[in-house]
């Protein structure tokens, strides 16, 4: 056993390269995408007016809503139509072959009672975890949808703590006039003294230990459900309706599959803590298309589970499509990780435009996860004004929960250590970011066989690489505004530029450094732009850079 696992771990140091890919994955490519199956309804329709739902605001709709979608789901399907007006409501939960449709001009409106809510086994970051249900969950159904030009509103300011400085002064008054408690320090607020009490103490949330949710009655406060969670369902469709104000992650599908996200809005405030806009964790076959999204966390994330719970659950997010759509604000416009610790592969990204998000498309994680991320291909993608980084590999994710289990953090390749590689990046336009390119890979796993191709970066730096094997960038334009390098490369192997342009008069267009650095290859490229070409640092060597015509 202990051979086979060293083979094993040897093999994945081992760079596959990226012409090998259609050997290794021949079903999917930019020319044979992946196949996603849609639901279908009957047309019967069952308006939740009629059976005696008030769409006045104040009239609690919850047992009605769920009455009509059990109605139809034993019929046989169809759709339970929510008409125009305010429908508040408690948690919902869809049913097979129902199609719940809102209606342009409703506003289907959970309540702030925290009590409707009744706690339940959820996950969190990918590990089972008591949470409060959800405003609208399904587990185990096929055939469902919810469509329309509607609302649905989480009414997640009951549910949030934020701290003062994310808040203008008006709002922070208007905030503490509303209720809950200031943490003694001033600085930030809570909904409660229970979630106060749970928050500053670091109290976990996870299901360890035989614990059932009802043991975690007094942080119940503290449990902030994700707006919508479909756990293990078939045949999805969310198309049109306008998701916002969600407690914590606002659209969550986990272990579904063959699901369309088409035509959504989803909106979150900037101060929204873990406010994601769609979080698609263990999921197979899937299709984003035509989305907006403005949020205050990650906006699209693939997610696969967390550190060995994700491990033996063994479940990569696979095989989806994510085209034209547009973020705004959020931490990353396309995101993978960090909890993707049972792996992502096939996924195509294009036709997406990222503005104002604090970083692109952003790859992280950090030892302990494990996990392969392969086979990511990105095109025509365009951004305007990262606040951080335009293209993002990190293995040193920094942030710790109090739901983190212990990691081995030792800088030895075992089933801990993540990989990412095979990725290709085509027609790439950035205006306006920190950085144009970060990659930080790990000594004992690079990130591995990266191609960038037809990029225009304007940054304020170029280009770090740092712990990366087989990185290949092609008709990149790198118009840094930093040129002290252009770009940086530190204890990576296998690096080649080809035609790489740079501002006219930069100072210096290479610092190479690290022992481990070699076989980095330049050609079609005039270093002569930059009144320095190259500068040899920390151990590097003048033999281990080729520069051809």
Not at 458 to 476: F, H, M, P, R, Y
Request: a positive charge; glycine letters at 10%.
């Amino acid at each position: 056993m202990k051979t086979h696992f060293l083979r094993w771990a040897a093999a994945l140091v081992v760079a596959t390269p990226l012409t090998s890919l259609a050997q290794k994955t021949p079903s999917y490519s930019w020319d044979n995408l992946p196949k996603i199956t849609q639901p279908s309804f009957k047309k019967d329709t069952l308006n939740i007016q009629k059976l005696g739902a008030k769409p006045d605001g104040v009239t609690l709709n919850t047992e009605t809503i769920n009455n009509a979608i059990n109605t139809i789901s034993k019929k046989g399907g169809g759709v339970v139509l929510v008409p125009k007006g305010i429908w508040l409501t408690g948690p919902i939960e869809l049913k097979s072959n129902v199609n719940l449709h809102v209606q342009k001009s409703a506003i289907v409106l959970f309540t702030g009672d925290k009590s409707q809510y009744a706690l339940v086994e959820g996950s969190y970051e990918g590990k089972k975890a008591a949470r409060n249900q959800s405003p609208i969950s399904a587990t185990g159904v096929e055939n469902i949808a919810i469509t329309g030009k509607g609302i649905i509103d989480g009414n997640g300011d009951v549910w949030r703590a934020v701290n003062k400085a994310q808040l203008t002064e008006g709002q922070w008054k208007e905030k503490v006039a509303s209720g809950g408690v200031v943490r003694a320090d001033g600085k930030a607020w809570y909904p409660s003294e229970q979630f106060l009490k749970a928050s500053v103490e670091g109290k976990s949330m996870l299901l360890t230990d035989g614990k059932k949710p009802a043991d975690f009655a007094d942080m119940k406060d503290f449990l902030r459900p994700n707006l919508l969670v479909l756990t293990q369902c078939k045949k999805v469709l969310i198309d049109g309706v306008t998701f916002q104000n969600s407690p914590a992650w606002c659209l969550h599908p986990l272990m579904t599959e063959n699901l369309t996200i088409r035509n959504v809005v989803v909106k979150n405030p900037e101060y929204a803590q873990n406010g994601d806009g769609m979080d698609i964790e263990s999921c197979k076959n899937f299709l984003i298309e035509g989305c907006t999204l403005d949020v205050g966390d990650d906006a699209i994330c693939i997610k696969s589970g967390k550190d060995e719970e994700g491990r033996k659950r063994g479940m990569p997010t696979e095989n989806g499509i994510i085209r034209n759509n547009v973020v705004y604000n959020g931490h990353g416009g396309f995101v993978i990780g960090s909890e993707m610790s049972g792996g992502a592969r096939n996924l195509f990204v294009y036709d997406c435009t990222f503005m104002g998000t604090d970083k692109g498309l952003r790859f992280k994680s950090v030892r302990g996860r494990g996990g392969v991320v392969e086979n990511i291909y990105a095109k025509n993608i365009y951004m305007k004004d990262i606040a951080q980084e335009a293209i993002f590999f990190d293995m040193y994710y920094f942030v710790k929960f109090a739901t983190d289990s212990p990691r081995d953090e030792r800088p030895i390749v075992n089933e801990g250590t993540p990989i990412f590689r095979n990725m290709k990046f085509e027609n790439i336009v950035c205006h306006g970011a920190k950085k144009g390119i970060f990659v930080r890979g790990l000594p004992e796993m690079p990130i591995q066989n990266i191609a960038i191709e037809n990029a225009t970066l304007q940054a304020e730096e170029g280009a770090i690489l740092i712990d990366a094997s087989g990185i290949t960038c092609k008709n990149v334009a790198l118009l840094s505004e930093k040129t002290e390098p252009v770009i940086s490369i530190e204890n990576s192997q296998k690096v080649t530029f080809e035609n790489i342009e740079v501002n006219k008069g930069a100072k210096r267009f290479f610092t190479i450094s690290g022992e481990r650095t070699k076989n980095i290859a330049v050609s079609k490229t005039k270093l002569e732009q930059a009144n320095q070409k190259v500068e040899w640092k920390d151990g590097a060597v003048e033999s281990v850079l080729s520069i051809m015509p």
